[in-house]
């Protein structure tokens, strides 16, 4: 049996991004996880609610700097350094840091993303442009 780590033992796959922030390496192993962000709504009224899931795909990847939570442009390029796809404006969702923040964990919904283009992707740079 093959050694899954426990981002693939969750669910989470390996894609070996490499992420850069406007051309500076960041991180050369960011995987895609599956998150389910779950809402809920109470009504007064009659004492009870409801809630809903969706399933949500998330790069998240580590880093040394922080950067924050606020729209960037994305470019994503193959192997042979092509840019293949450019999104302007696009959120990081979420950032956190450990207790003495020298680490950062970025969050970034790539749903509206085509699987083509993530496919065959080797290097993602987001950039203030």
Not at 43 to 60: I, R, T, V
Not at 97 to 102: H, W, Y
């Amino acid at each position: 049996m093959e050694n899954l780590s426990i981002t693939e033992k969750l669910g989470g796959l390996k894609a070996n991004f490499s992420i850069l922030y406007n051309g500076e390496m960041l991180n050369t192993d960011a995987p895609i996880l599956v998150h389910y962000p779950i809402y809920e709504h109470q009504q007064e009224l009659y004492k009870g609610g409801y809630g809903y899931a969706y399933q949500a795909l998330h790069l998240e990847f580590l880093s040394f700097k922080n950067i924050e939570s606020k729209k960037y442009t994305f470019e994503f390029f193959d192997k042979t350094n092509t840019l293949q796809w450019k999104i302007p404006y696009y959120p990081i969702i979420k950032t956190h840091q450990n207790i003495d923040k020298t680490k950062f964990l970025h969050s970034l919904n790539i749903e509206n993303i085509p699987i083509l283009i993530l496919e065959t992707t080797s290097k993602i740079n987001f950039s203030d442009k």
